[in-house]
């Protein structure tokens, strides 16, 4: 049975959605039960597709057409069985996604311009789409939520695979590490905030903010712009900052505060209900030869206190690691294979190279003394690195590889379950879908009935 899936994210529900430069009638092009789907919906999808970069290919239309008729369809099943979704989960989504384009653009600004209307507009133009998206990816979480997979059942998933077809599993690390960065004193933090105050002083006495921004401002994304960051509400900026932008007036300028970021000046220019335009200058404080030796004399007492069994490597990251991501989980690296699961299984081509090019001479179980590192952010500091375990490279199999044809395995599953689910909703439900997509295979499954399986 052909297997039909709504999309979590992509071409489904892109939710950026530009307004045609031609003017032309519009059309119904399918009926879902009570529900159409007209032309132009279909055409705005597509130009995002192609807005994304993608080649031109008219195709691509038959797929679009059939993910849009897949989510009407999930849609109805949940409004009949009552699976909603609340106001706060819209406003957090489109929140995400407006944030999302906002930088795409490089700007409000510029993203309004090109909508040629405001932000708050066009998010009240997308919540009933965004809902109803939201709405089918409950309805489909809602069908599949009881899917479990036995052992006997990961066996017979592993035993299909053809013995020279099993997937080829490159290295794979564990790896753990403690990350020093150095801190400055406040002697040694003062001449920054002298430096960006004697600035806010400029503009006190007159001086333009957005020539100072673009000659002084340390914001890679915002000094050219002359410090501007657009539009914003209070989830998109670190707290420090959120607390004096909602704080100010138009025009009024902040004091020197800091963030982890640095120090920050920054001026309201408007505010639209729960949101601000501002523009700011940013100050990073930068690494002292003198605060590199304190971190190197830190990170040397902690590597000797775990080599020691003084400390064991899990609490020492938990104690002193400056990464927020890791320190919780005993220093150990995550990787996100797919959007759900999460491993500390790495593949070596993700690793970050630095770190590859340590772990790569040192022996399971082994750690390595202090090595210095250069964030991608130019942050300077030091790395203790554990290496827990490897995998060399192999065939997959079920001892190294359980994990892996599990959650295959399962996915296959949930997708038999949903092309099961599929099949009998569309034979109660009428559809019509216009002739112009009568060549499409992708959308043949919703006219023609399926061949009966065998058993």
Not at 46 to 56: A, I
Not at 149 to 170: A, G, H, M
């Amino acid at each position: 049975m052909k297997k039909i899936l709504l999309m979590a994210s992509g071409l489904l529900f892109l939710f950026l959605n530009v307004q045609s430069q031609t003017k032309s009638v519009d059309k119904v092009i399918a009926v879902l039960g009570s529900d159409v789907i007209l032309l132009s919906e279909l055409n705005q999808q597509y130009v995002m597709y192609l807005n994304s970069g993608n080649p031109v290919d008219e195709k691509v239309k038959c797929y679009i057409l059939q993910q849009m008729l897949v989510q009407h369809l999930l849609k109805q099943q949940a409004n009949i069985d009552s699976v909603m979704v609340d106001d706060k989960q819209v406003d957090d989504e489109l929140d995400k996604r407006m944030r999302y384009q906002i930088q795409r653009a490089g700007g409000q600004d510029k993203l309004e311009e090109f909508l040629n209307r405001s932000v708050l507009q066009y998010k009240d133009e997308l919540r009933p789409d965004v809902k109803d998206q939201l709405q089918a990816n409950k309805m489909q979480g809602t069908i599949t939520e009881k899917v479990s997979i036995t052992p006997v059942e990961v066996r017979k998933y592993y035993d299909s695979y053809k013995k020279d077809s099993l997937p080829d599993i490159p290295a794979e690390y564990e790896v753990g590490e403690i990350v020093i960065n150095p801190e400055l004193t406040k002697s040694e933090k003062q001449r920054f905030f002298d430096k960006l105050d004697a600035i806010r002083l400029r503009v006190k006495s007159g001086e333009d903010f957005g020539f100072l921004a673009k000659t002084y401002s340390e914001d890679p994304g915002s000094a050219p712009e002359g410090g501007d960051l657009g539009f914003f509400d209070r989830t998109m900026m670190a707290k420090e900052f959120t607390a004096y932008a909602f704080k100010l007036k138009p025009g009024e300028i902040s004091p020197v505060f800091e963030t982890d970021f640095g120090f920050h000046v920054l001026q309201v220019v408007e505010r639209r209900g729960e949101q601000v335009h501002a523009r700011h200058i940013l100050i990073r404080p930068q690494t002292t030869p003198q605060s590199l030796d304190r971190a190197k004399l830190h990170a040397d007492s902690v590597y000797n206190n775990v080599i020691a069994n003084k400390l064991s490597f899990s609490a020492a990251a938990s104690l002193y690691s400056s990464n927020k991501e890791s320190k919780y989980n005993g220093g150990m690296l995550l990787f996100a294979d797919n959007v759900t699961a999460r491993t500390t299984f790495i593949p070596a081509d993700k690793l970050d190279p630095k770190v590859f090019l340590v772990v790569d001479t040192m022996k399971v179980g082994e750690i390595s003394r202090p090595v210095p590192f250069t964030a991608a952010d130019g942050k300077e500091g030091y790395k203790i690195i554990l290496l827990k375990s490897k995998i060399a490279p192999h065939k997959g199999n079920l001892e190294q590889d359980y994990a892996k044809f599990k959650e295959k395995a399962q996915q296959q599953k949930m997708d038999r379950v949903m092309s099961e689910w599929f099949e009998k909703r569309r034979k109660s439900t009428y559809i019509r879908i216009d002739p112009d997509y009568s060549t499409c295979d992708e959308l043949k499954i919703w006219t023609k009935p399926l061949p009966a399986e065998t058993k």
